[in-house]
């Protein structure tokens, strides 16, 4: 085109993309210049644009999706994309197999095309931690590990557990089953203490045969409970409490097919408040987390550390920042009930004893 209009390149950068140029260009010229551009239809190249100021206006977002895209995701994405939208930021979305794998393709997503990166629930060995790139600044909501210079962003689960199984011993519970997340884990492992301190707090021993390991999904809810009623010696719960909403609502699901009745004779409480916990019936109580504001929060970190040029590199040099932590809300919803004071049998799905 400069050589169209009879100018240097430099001009017409200048004038198309607004570059710094130490020479003053007459309006007669600049006129040309956007004259000849109209004529040869020519469109800036955003890619090259951004390369050559190194931002890309662009976030990224790496889940594991192993099991399925689920409504969680899809409440933290919308949040995410929202947020990211209105500050003029594209958001691109990777998906890896599991964490382990997911480290070494990081390097690949982390290759120029984000600005910065957020990591939804990452579980990261700490033997891979230093394998992160070094050169862009990340953020993790709901890290199930520890990540040293990675701003995190939580909710209280504990305090959430614990909210949760009080409301059961309130309601007469005493046997109450706690179906987690995969042991281990920094979530799992926090619910799993707060269903322990609410029976603590009401002097109530709480019993190991009704702490089951599963994992953060429908199907894993499901059949951790079957594998539990298929070796079960004592008594049943007259409650469970599942690690998440996809938890409960498998073992909800069981339930229902083996014919017990919910809540009239097993109470029924998740963990998220997802869509899903709204479109059961009954209608599953649960622990609110506010998944949205999380999600835009996490893009403010995010942004914030963009715009000073912080990454994982410069904030191992520093003292480490405490989590943003979310306080979350017991939902009551028709799930739950009185403790009932007869037993039943699972296994048949029928009433084993008179009340």
Not at 51 to 68: D, E, I, Y
Not at 76 to 91: F, M
Not at 206 to 234: H, K, Y
Request: with cysteine; aromatic share 4%; glycine share 10%.
């Amino acid at each position: 085109m400069g050589r169209l209009v009879g100018v240097s390149s430099a001009a017409v950068s200048a004038v198309i993309n607004g570059a710094q140029s130490q020479v003053r260009i007459a309006e007669a010229t600049r006129q040309r210049i956007l004259e000849a551009a109209a004529k040869l239809h020519y469109r800036p190249n955003a890619a090259a644009q951004a390369l050559a100021r190194r931002k890309m206006n662009s976030v990224g977002v790496t889940a594991t999706l192993s099991h399925g895209f689920n409504l969680y995701a899809m409440e933290i994405l919308s949040g995410i994309i929202n947020a990211a939208t209105r500050q003029g930021q594209n958001t691109s979305v990777f998906t890896v197999v599991d964490w382990i794998d997911g480290v070494r393709q990081l390097r690949t997503f982390c290759d120029g095309r984000v600005d910065g990166m957020i990591l939804l629930g990452p579980d990261i060995p700490t033997t891979l931690i230093e394998t992160l790139p070094d050169h862009v600044p990340f953020v993790a909501l709901h890290p199930n590990s520890q990540l040293p210079g990675v701003c995190a962003v939580e909710i209280d689960e504990e305090d959430g557990a614990c909210q949760a199984v009080r409301r059961l011993i309130a309601l007469g519970h005493r046997r109450i089953m706690h179906v987690s997340g995969r042991r281990g884990g920094i979530a799992a492992e926090r619910r799993i203490a707060g269903w322990m301190r609410a029976h603590d707090e009401a002097g109530i021993s709480w019993e190991p045969d009704l702490l089951v390991a599963g994992a953060f999904t429908i199907g894993e809810g499901r059949r951790a409970l079957s594998n539990w009623l298929d070796q079960a010696r004592g008594e049943f719960p007259t409650a469970v409490f599942g690690g998440n909403d996809a938890i409960a609502i498998g073992c909800m699901s069981l339930l229902l097919d083996r014919g017990v009745r919910i809540p009239q004779d097993v109470s029924m409480l998740g963990f998220d408040d997802t869509i899903c916990a709204q479109t059961t019936s009954p209608q599953l109580a649960t622990v609110r987390q506010p998944l949205y504001d999380m999600a835009v929060r996490a893009v403010d970190l995010l942004l914030d550390q963009i715009a000073t040029g912080e990454t994982i590199a410069t904030r191992m040099l520093q003292p480490a920042v405490p989590p943003v932590v979310f306080p979350v809300e017991l939902v009551e919803r028709a799930s739950i009930g009185p403790a009932r004071n007869w037993s039943i049998d699972v296994a048949q799905g029928s009433e084993s004893g008179g009340g």
